[in-house]
Structure formats: C-alpha cells, structure tokens
C-alpha cells in the first residue's frame, strides 16, 4: 500500500531505459571516477579520493550550467561590463569595492581552510575540474550552450578566489537601515514603529516595547536622502540583456529583460512585501537616487520552510525532516543536486553549482536543512571628511586617511576605465559628500574571513552526530541560517533532532545598529558573537522543531542587538506547527502535502469580519457568499481564492494609503501583515481619536466592503464577468512562466524552446506553498527534500525546471511540470537503487 500510494501522489513514472556509455574523459583525476546520471539528470559521483570527488563535482557543474557559472564568475570579477558594455560598470565597481581580498597566498588559504580542514585542496580540485571541461569545449566552440554563441563570447577559466566571493551579498540589511534612518528624520520614530513591526518581541498585551527599539538619529537626516547605497545597489541588482538588431550591438539599442540566475540578493522578509505594493509606487528610482522598486520585491525572495519530528510523530518511528529553500525562480533553476561518494564522503543533496559539496542534504548518519535567521552583520557609518583632504576622515580626536586601490575595469566597445576604491577603517566607501563634507562607508560582517555564503557546509556533509554538526555549524557563518538537525537511530541510542542559529553577528553594546552611525569612534562592534551562543535546542519536549524564517528567538536571549529586528510572519510557521501537532503520526506523503499547503492563516482572520455584514453592491454581496463558504485554501481551482487574494490587496493598498505619509512612500514600500490584521481586528487608528469605538469599526465595516467592490472590478477587468471563469490557478491570473534571461535577443522560434509555462499554481506569500505575491510566480521553492531517516532510499526531492541549464540537454526543463503538479522523484542513495534508474554512465579517466 505504501508504494502505491507513492506513485500516486509523486507522480513518478519508471520505465525501463538501458543506461548508455559515454567514452571515457581523459582529464586530471588521480584514478578513475565514474559518474551515474539518473533518470532525472542527477549526477552520482563515485570517486577513490577526495581530489577526484570534487574535481569530478566541479566538471559536473560546468557541463551541466556553464552559462550560469559564467555569469557568476563575470559578476565575482567585476567583469560584467566587459560583456555587456557601460550600463554595467557600476556594478563592476560595486562587485570590486566588496571583493574580499587576501593579501598573499597564506591569507587564502587560511580562508579557504575556514570552510573545511581540506578546504584549500578541496576548492582547488572543485576549480581544476569546471577548468578541464571549459577548456575542453572551448576546442569545439560549436558545442557552447547558444548563450555564449548569441553573446559572442567564450567562458573562462576559475580561480578559487571566484569560489568565495561575496558578490550575491545574501542577506543585506544595511539598506533597511537607511532607509529607517530616513524614515525617523522624515516622520519621527513614534510613527515609525508604528508602522513596521520590529522584534524581538511582544508583551502580555500583544504589544511592542516601547523602549525597544533605539532608533535615535545621530547624523543630519537631510544628508541621508542622497544616493548612498548606489554603488552598493548596483552590484546587486539582476543583469539585464539588451533586445538587438544584431549580436555584436545589444548594448547600444533595444528593450531590457532583467534576470537573477544566481539569487544573490537578499533580505528576504516575506512579511514585508506580503502583497502587491500600490501602483503609485511601481517605480524605478526613489528619491535617494538608488533603485527602489527591485530590493523592495526582492525581499520577498529569499526565505524557506524546514522542520524535524522525532520518532514519535512519524509512522516509521525514526526522525523525519523536510526543507524548502525559497529563492527566485528562474531557467536555470539556483539549486543543483549531486551525490558525493569517496572514501570519507558519501553524501547526496543540492547547493547552488557553483559551489563545492551540498548545503542541503543527507549522509549516512543524519540529514540536515535551512531557513534565514535575522542576523544584522551590517552596518552604515558617516564620517566628517578633511575639506582639505578628501581622503581623511574624523576617527576620535585625528583625521584617518583611507586606504585607496585603483582598479581597470574592461568595458565592451569602449576604452577600459580606471576607477578609485576607497576603505575606512569600517570597511568599503559607497558615497562621498563633498559639499557637506562627509562620506558614507558599509561594515559588512561577511567581508570577514571564512564569510562565503553556504561553503562551510562541506563540514556539515560529513557530520556523523548531533555533536558533530553543531560543530559544523560554529564555521557558519553567512547567511544567518536555522539548521535543523535528523539524526539516523543507532542500536542502542535514539535518533537526536536539533536546531542552530548560525551566522555571523557583531555585538553592539548600547546600539540597536537600526539607523546610521557616526564613524568617529562611538559606536564599535565589541567582536562577533560565538555561533553556539545563538539559540538552539536539541531534543525538544514536544518533539519536533518548525522554522520558517519567523522570530524563534528566546525572549530572554541576552545579545538582542548581535541579531535583526525585522523578520517574517508567523502564519507559515503556525499552519506547519499546526499540522505537525494534529495527533496523528505522519509519512512522507504527508509532509509532501504540507509542503504543497495552501491555506491562508490571514483569511482566518479577514473572511469572518464579513459576517455581520450586507454589501449594497450585489456583485460584491455574491463574492462575499462564496467567502464565508470557503475553506481559506489559496488551490488553483478555487474562485474563491481569487476573491480573497484581490480583496486583500484591495484592504492592503487602502491602508498603506491611509496610514503611511506620502513623504515615507519611497521609504517603506509596504506593510507588515501584523500590522495590516491589527488594524482591522482592533481598529483603533483607522479614524481619529476622538471617535467612538463604534465609528471606528464603521468605519473599518466601510473598508471593508469598498475594498471587496473594488476587487471584484479588478477581477472582472482581467478574467471576465463570468465568476465560473474566475479561477485562481490560471495564466491570467496566479500562474508560473519561466523566461529564459536571453529571451530577448532570439527568434520568437527560439523563444517557444527556452521559455517554460505557464502552469497554473495557488498559494501565495503566507501559506506554506509560499508562492509570492504576484500572478507569475517569481520566487518560492524550486527545491524541495524529504527525508525519513529509516531509509535513505525513500528520500525524495525536486528541482524545477531541471537540472541542467542548456536547452539542448533532456534535462532542461523535464522536471518542470511534475514540480508544477508539487511532485517529487526518488533521490536514491544505494548504488544499486541508483544503478536500477541509470540513464548512462560516464568515467572519467587519469591522463
């Protein structure tokens, strides 16, 4: 029965398919190394040692996302205007000015060791391999993915200095402080907090502190409106490609089409950006100059869902653990699975191709996952500058003088530029103020040694304990991450689940870090807090632990300002908690479900506040029915749903309209779910204070109403007047289309191949299926694991839309659909369960 009811809800088809041979690869490997590929496109890599592993893992990757390597290796050089021309010479400068540079070959390898006992060896051995394949094709340029051919260009070689570069600069909040620091000057830190939520946390009465937390300027909050964060902005942003009249022209001429294959954004906040911004925001550039509206939406993309039970709560009675990584979507997807197997290593799961080992997975002893965890590793000091010297800065009582590097910059079709990078004692310089005299540094913590996103999970793959991995975990230090923790059961000793907090995370004493600082000497880092000291458990009473980058920090934890202050909602963590705790014990299957859930907690709260009310709009009286007949899940087939989510948006534009001082617009670009259900449940600042407690929620009665009349318009503008036509999961309406980042620059033939969807889909930013806000779906999780630590062969996962990045290859796009339908395939760890779903066999062979 298990298996029946396994091929019914993954959707797995088997067919027998003879495996092929490909000849043998002469290439630098110490012994020969075979390679499995599956079925669906997953490489098992058997190696006789550790060399040859990753040289083997590396090859992989370039054979299987060249052009995703490419550009990341073109935004880790500061390179990208060499391809594209002079709109990307910004970025090049911002890419260089944040490049973590080691002084001498002992430095690198010291930070390369960070990462792994081995870590030197095994990163060179990853870089030697993604070279042997490059230089290989580059023989036969015929054979290039079309990107290179429709670009005109050749991908080059790896250094590992590419490796650890912190070009994707996940998890920014620097830009958040700015913008507060912005936000007090212009409406005053009373209105402030009224309008965001900021943690740690709440009292009795549901109510933030008022005396947390600091949000006292110290700098002219005039200055602060100028473009400061530019040049930081600027290498962060998605490339754009530029629509040609022919190949050797795209950068002079034609419309843009921006693309994030790397993800390497961050500041994830779901609840920030839980629906639509009003439109009177959609706009590129705010007032500071920086881009606005791409950072604001791109908050909402990165986040995830993970949680362990303990025996108790799985039918098998062993640990059980799920993950979804919430990221961009994209073709090609960020992710990319891989089995390690070596003397020392056996290890299967994905990470991002770029990078060596697996971030999320499991070995023979554990499985193990990752959700964000607020940590504010970065900070914005102001300096007064020397009018007489614009490269000293106040420090105390003595003028600094900053350290300067100049750097070339190749630009394509024009001469190369010579830039200055300047660095105070704080790090990088991103704004100089020459009429005011001052200028504009970024501390980030992850320009620190052993600071590479998600590398030091190499120690993770080969933990063998709950012991082990904590450890592990203490060399983790960006992004701030939840780690949970499934322990396989030995003979004689449970099977441990556990939580870490990781990240790197500077002590403040006496300072929040919300706002900008002077640099004068004031306001230090006191070091970096140990990552054991960050919160964690193991072995919770009540058996399980769910994170979902909601706030699980302790109330009493006793380095609040090491950590963030703004983080994401609680309502996907509770649906979870609120599944995992409904008494009965739970399979695969059912964790399959969960991940795939799609009930809205937000309309538990909204859709009964229509209940004592008669709209006078009979449209809208009819949508409101089917409302208070609904079961609050966001599924695709549902019109229902449709009506909830455009009346939420509907009740969100309205009260950021009401509630947000234009001047802050630019500032803070939409509200926290918190507040938006506060306001409406206890409506006590809907309307002025001196109203009666019955005004107010006529008022708020009012709303509610307008707010549904005008949904229902928008409804009907988009699907038609028809409400049996108004289904949730359709292309005009909450969908996926996948558009390949050189869309723009082939044939509409060309397009039909590269371009995937639309697929239908539900849920939306606060379910559990966490599908974003907008009807594409541009983030969520395009990576999906299952793992019940009884058996490491009833795993299973998923990787939209495949996991190759070439077009040409079966294994493009060929798990795209049965991601769409939220299906999984069986991520097998014996060789003969992965010998039984070969698709062919390569070996690569000593020279």
Aim: aromatic share 10%; net charge neutral; charged share 25%.
């Amino acid at each position: 029965m298990r298996r029946l009811t396994f091929a019914l809800i993954f959707h797995c088809t088997f067919f027998l398919i003879l495996p092929s041979k490909a000849q043998p690869q002469k290439v630098r490997a110490a012994s020969p190394v075979e390679i499995i590929k599956d079925r669906w496109g997953v490489n098992h890599i058997y190696a006789q040692n550790e060399h040859d592993l990753f040289y083997a893992q590396g090859y992989c990757a370039a054979q299987d996302r060249l052009f995703q390597l490419e550009l990341w290796r073109r935004q880790a050089t500061g390179t990208v205007a060499e391809l594209l021309g002079s709109q990307e010479l910004k970025r090049d400068q911002g890419a260089r000015l944040f490049r973590f540079r080691a002084a001498n070959r002992a430095a690198l390898d010291a930070e390369l060791n960070h990462y792994h006992p081995h870590g030197a060896a095994i990163i060179r051995a990853f870089v030697e391999g993604i070279n042997a394949y490059i230089t290989e094709i580059k023989k036969t340029p015929e054979k290039l993915p079309f990107e290179f051919k429709t670009l005109n260009t050749e991908p080059g070689l790896w250094t590992p200095e590419i490796v650890i570069s912190r070009h994707q600069g996940l998890l920014s909040n620097v830009r958040d402080e700015l913008n507060f620091g912005r936000l007090v000057y212009l409406i005053g830190a009373d209105r402030l907090r009224a309008l965001q939520w900021f943690h740690p946390r709440s009292d009795a009465s549901g109510k933030d502190p008022i005396t947390e937390p600091d949000l006292i300027l110290r700098v002219p909050g005039e200055q602060l409106m100028q473009p400061i964060l530019e040049i930081y902005d600027a290498f962060r942003l998605p490339l754009k490609f530029t629509s040609p009249p022919s190949p050797l022209s795209f950068v002079r001429r034609g419309g843009v089409l921006p693309v994030d294959l790397l993800s390497g954004i961050a500041d994830y906040t779901e609840d920030r950006m839980s629906l639509s911004s009003p439109p009177l925001l959609r706009k590129e550039r705010g007032p500071g100059g920086e881009v606005e509206d791409w950072f604001d939406t791109e908050k909402t993309m990165v986040g995830s869902n993970n949680w362990v039970v303990d025996g108790r709560h799985s039918v098998s009675g062993y640990p059980m653990l799920a993950n979804d990584p919430h990221r961009a979507q994209s073709a090609p997807s960020l992710r990319y699975w891989v089995h390690l197997h070596a003397p020392n290593w056996n290890v299967v799961g994905a990470g991002e191709p770029t990078l060596p080992g697996v971030s999320v997975g499991h070995n023979e002893h554990g499985a193990w996952g990752l959700t964000i965890f607020e940590t504010d590793n970065e900070d914005l000091y102001v300096y007064e500058t020397n009018p007489k010297n614009r490269n000293q800065y106040k420090y105390g009582s003595r003028w600094e003088t900053m350290r300067v590097v100049k750097e070339t910059i190749p630009v394509r079709g024009a001469e190369p530029i010579t830039v200055e990078l300047k660095y105070t004692r704080h790090g990088p310089v991103t704004f100089e103020d020459t009429k005011n005299n001052r200028a504009y540094a970024v501390r980030a913590g992850w320009l620190e040694r052993g600071c590479s996103p998600y590398l030091a999970s190499l120690r993770m793959n080969q933990a063998r304990s709950w012991a082990e991995f904590r450890q592990a975990c203490s060399f983790s230090r960006i992004p701030g991450e939840n780690m949970i923790w499934a322990g396989r059961p030995l003979p004689d000793k449970k099977g441990n689940i556990g939580w870490q907090a990781v990240g790197i995370s500077p002590i403040r004493k006496g300072w929040t870090g919300l706002v900008p600082v002077p640099g004068d000497g004031r306001f230090e880092w006191g070091g970096y807090l140990p990552i054991d000291k960050l919160p964690h458990k193991v072995n919770p009473p009540e058996g399980y632990v769910v994170t979902a980058n909601n706030n699980l920090t302790p109330t009493d934890f006793p380095n609040r300002n090491a950590i963030g202050w703004v983080w994401a909602g609680p309502s996907r963590a509770h649906r979870i908690e609120e599944v995992l705790t409904n008494g009965q014990r739970k399979t695969l299957s059912d964790f399959a479900r969960l991940q795939a859930d799609h009930l809205a907690i937000p309309a538990r709260t909204l859709v009964p506040l229509l209940n004592p009310l008669v709209a006078e709009d009979l449209e809208a009286e009819q949508a409101a029915s089917l409302l208070r007949k609904w079961n609050f899940e966001l599924n695709p087939e549902s019109v229902a749903a449709t009506i909830y989510v455009a009346w939420e948006t509907q009740l969100r534009q309205a009260l950021y309209g009401a509630m947000v001082p234009e001047p802050a617009r630019p500032y803070l670009r939409s509200l926290p779910t918190k507040r938006v259900l506060d306001w409406l449940t206890s409506p006590v600042i809907l309307v002025p204070t001196g109203s009666t407690q019955s005004a107010r929620i006529m008022d708020r009665d009012s709303l509610l109403l307008t707010c549904l009349t005008r949904a229902v318009a928008d409804i009907k503008k988009r699907l038609g007047d028809n409400p049996d036509e108004w289904q949730y999961g359709q292309r005009a309406n909450k969908h996926i289309t996948l558009t390949h980042p050189l869309s723009a620059l082939v044939s509409e033939e060309q397009r039909k191949r590269i371009n995937l969807g639309p697929i239908p889909r539900g849920g939306y930013a606060e379910t559990v299926n966490n599908t974003g806000n907008s009807l594409n779906q541009e983030h969520g999780a395009s990576f999906r694991i299952l793992v019940d630590t009884e058996d490491w062969d009833r795993t299973l996962g998923i990787n939209s839309p495949g996991q190759s990045g070439n077009p040409d290859s079966p294994h493009y796009s060929d798990l795209f659909e049965l991601w769409g339908r939220n299906g999984y395939f069986p991520v097998y760890f014996s060789k003969e369960k992965v010998k039984a779903v070969a698709e062919s066999t390569m070996m690569l062979q000593p020279k």
